[in-house]
């Protein structure tokens, strides 16, 4: 891997609010990287305020939006919520129709078949709003670029209010309103926030409309807070701000979703990462394996008991999912060897009998062995379907759309995406996709990297220490978990491999074996690197800092993400 220490904090704002806050020095340099040089900026970062919210209504179309609504509400015509069948769609779903049915009762959801339908609004969500006299479709997460859809919906008599995140293409569909703040012709301050966001601000300003206290939507905000973590969108400003009191949602008043959820971890309280990691999983499961309408009743259930049963089938779904792509990602690997691609500039793959539900994540997989960007395809009825992953620094949206020619349809974001093609089309994408990213990639993408935020002695670690880095949470891109340098180490003699196959290694490090500065160290997928530190001699490790907690002890580890 390769290392890129991040520049060195300016030392008189860092010694300065190390002195304003009472803090460690290297505590106050992590801010001071991340922008947050004074003391009103800091009380502002570690304790975010819901009144800082932008006003909704700066966000193009969101008054004729908020109007359109109410004239439903008004006349009695009966709404229908769609959404795409991923983590940041279906808490979409739930939220808008939640809040909606909170006032108004005509209110019903739509989850589009994966296999089926596939990705975003199609022909058949709109024959079935239709059929059942709905005379207005609130799309979340999906419809910037639903042109043909919209059209089809207007041609019966059904108006569109879109709330997407994703970008549009050269033109949008003539829907009544488009609520996307990336948006060319959107003011709105801030444009990162994700499907779920869009839909939150839309939920805000009928709320301002009606004169209704902001208070009413913050069992909301877990459901927004699993959003923005489980779509990686930046953890800065607004999307800040929402996960921060999300996440204090989730672990002081859960909705009986996520309490059956959480009443199956042994953790007292749950942080980003762990929503990322163990909530937004089961979610999308549900989307991968069955159908998102699964997800979308857990997340909106009543009662406990009904919640446990829902996320008792989702947890199998779960356990299906990891088997499957367990096994689909040894099959890919085992066809890059085989068509000796292991040499190219980027990963294209396909099988047709690979599970569509999981080949995001066979996508993310593969890059962990061969770091370069990736797409994933299966055959979907007629056509084929792909994921569409990069690597840090390239841009796969603008790959792909250099490919268009071979490409039915396709949507995303830098770092991921989704298509859909002609079989006939497949090996031309192929060898076009490697064309452009040959052409296109940096030298430096092409290793992984990691962004270390400062050097750290190992003595100025301490649960005090340890007590502000969590204050810093919510984490994720933007305000990423701080990675320290420790040059000169060594390990006490305990270094070991463990799990299955000796994929992890375990040490207890320090910096001098006379010191009682010690502190066990856990590397995943580390265990080839247990002969570079058990020889006596010294080397450098890049880590995080957390918490491990066995047998009822909790201590400080130190997570290592490479040694050098």
């Not at 209110?107 to 089926?116: A, F, N």
């Not at 040499?343 to 099988?351: A, N």
């Not at 207890?508 to 160290?521: G, H, L, Y």
Request: proline share 4%.
């Amino acid at each position: 891997m390769r290392w890129t220490l991040k520049p060195i904090p300016d030392s008189n704002k860092q010694q300065q609010l190390a002195a304003d806050l009472n803090i460690d020095p290297v505590l106050a340099g992590l801010l001071v990287q991340r922008g947050i040089d004074a003391f009103a900026k800091a009380k502002s970062f570690f304790r975010p305020s819901l009144k800082e919210l932008h006003d909704p209504f700066l966000m193009a179309d969101m008054q004729v939006a908020v109007e359109r609504i109410l004239k439903a509400v008004e006349h009695g015509e009966n709404i229908l919520v769609y959404g795409d069948y991923d983590v940041d769609g279906t808490t979409s779903v739930a939220l808008m129709s939640t809040f909606l049915k909170s006032f108004y009762p005509q209110v019903s959801t739509y989850i589009p078949d994966r296999y089926e339908e596939g990705y975003g609004v199609s022909f058949q969500g709109i024959d079935y709003a239709a059929d059942n006299d709905f005379s207005l479709i609130i799309a979340l997460d999906c419809g910037v670029k639903a042109i043909d859809k919209v059209a089809y919906a207007n041609e019966k008599g059904i108006d569109f209010i879109i709330c997407d995140h994703h970008r549009p293409g050269k033109h949008l569909p003539d829907a009544v309103a488009v609520l996307d703040p990336k948006r060319l012709d959107c003011d709105y301050p801030f444009d990162e926030l994700c499907g779920c966001g869009v839909g939150f601000k839309l939920c805000q300003a009928i709320t301002i409309t009606k004169g209704w206290d902001f208070e009413v939507l913050i069992p909301y905000l877990d459901l927004v807070a699993t959003a923005i973590g489980a779509d990686i969108v930046p953890m800065v400003d607004e999307n800040r701000i929402l996960a921060y009191h999300g996440l204090h949602v989730i672990n002081t008043c859960p909705r009986p979703g996520f309490q059956a959820i959480i009443s199956q971890l042994n953790k007292p309280s749950l942080t980003s990462t762990d929503v990322v990691f163990t909530i937004a999983p089961r979610i999308n499961a549900a989307g991968r394996m069955k159908h998102g309408l699964y997800a979308v009743e857990l997340l909106t259930a009543e009662d406990l008991e009904t919640a446990v049963t829902l996320a008792k089938a989702i947890e199998q779904n779960n356990t299906d999912r990891k088997e499957t792509d367990k096994w689909i990602t040894d099959a890919a690997l085992e066809q890059i060897i085989c068509n000796d691609e292991v040499e190219g500039f980027s990963t294209v793959v396909y099988d047709p009998e690979w599970h569509k539900g999981v080949i995001g994540i066979v996508a993310s997989r593969l890059i962990e062995t061969y770091y370069r960007p990736t797409v994933v395809f299966t055959k979907s009825g007629d056509k084929l379907a792909a994921s569409v992953r990069s690597v840090k620094g390239f841009d796969v949206y603008n790959a792909i759309e250099q490919c268009s020619e071979f490409i039915e349809q396709y949507g995303g974001h830098k770092y991921a995406a989704g298509l859909t093609l002609k079989e006939e089309n497949y090996e031309s994408f192929k060898n076009r996709f490697e064309e452009v990213v040959c052409a296109t990639i940096k030298n430096q993408d092409r290793t992984e990297e990691i962004t270390i935020d400062l050097q750290l002695p190992l003595n100025s670690i301490s649960p005090k220490f340890y007590r502000i880095l969590k204050q810093m949470e919510p984490f994720g891109p933007g305000n990423m978990s701080p990675i320290f340098l420790t040059k000169n180490v060594v390990d006490t003699g305990y270094a070991r491999p463990v799990g299955q196959d000796d994929k992890h290694l375990k040490a207890c490090i320090t910096s001098d074996k006379t010191s009682t500065d010690r502190f066990n160290a856990i590397g995943f997928n580390m265990g080839d690197k247990l002969n570079s530190i058990n020889n006596d001699q010294s080397f450098d490790i890049a880590y995080s800092i957390d918490e491990n907690t066995w047998n009822n002890q909790t201590s400080l580890q130190l997570r290592l993400r490479d040694i050098h």
